[in-house]
């Protein structure tokens, strides 16, 4: 399946509206959730809602998006 942007430029096809759509998708909540947990662990990052007690870790994202990986923690 070809992308939408080989056809038009991005910015014809990804806007407010579909940024919205893709954020509220369960599906792509999922995925997302799913990604950002196995990445947290591969860093070896502790879930602080299984140990309360351990300090907190701060991680810096700058990637583009929606912030779905963000809100996971």
């Given at each position: 399946m070809s992308r939408p942007e080989h056809l038009m430029p991005p910015e014809c096809f990804y806007n407010d509206d579909?940024?919205?759509?893709?954020?509220?998708?369960?599906?792509?909540?999922?995925?997302?959730?799913?990604?950002?947990?196995r990445c947290l662990d591969l860093l070896g990052i502790p879930d602080l809602n299984e140990d309360p007690d351990q300090e907190p870790q701060f991680i810096l994202d700058i990637g583009c998006g929606s912030g779905l990986s963000s809100e996971i923690v």
């Open positions: 579909e940024a919205r759509k893709y954020t509220n998708c369960s599906r792509i909540i999922k995925v997302q959730s799913d990604m950002t947990y």
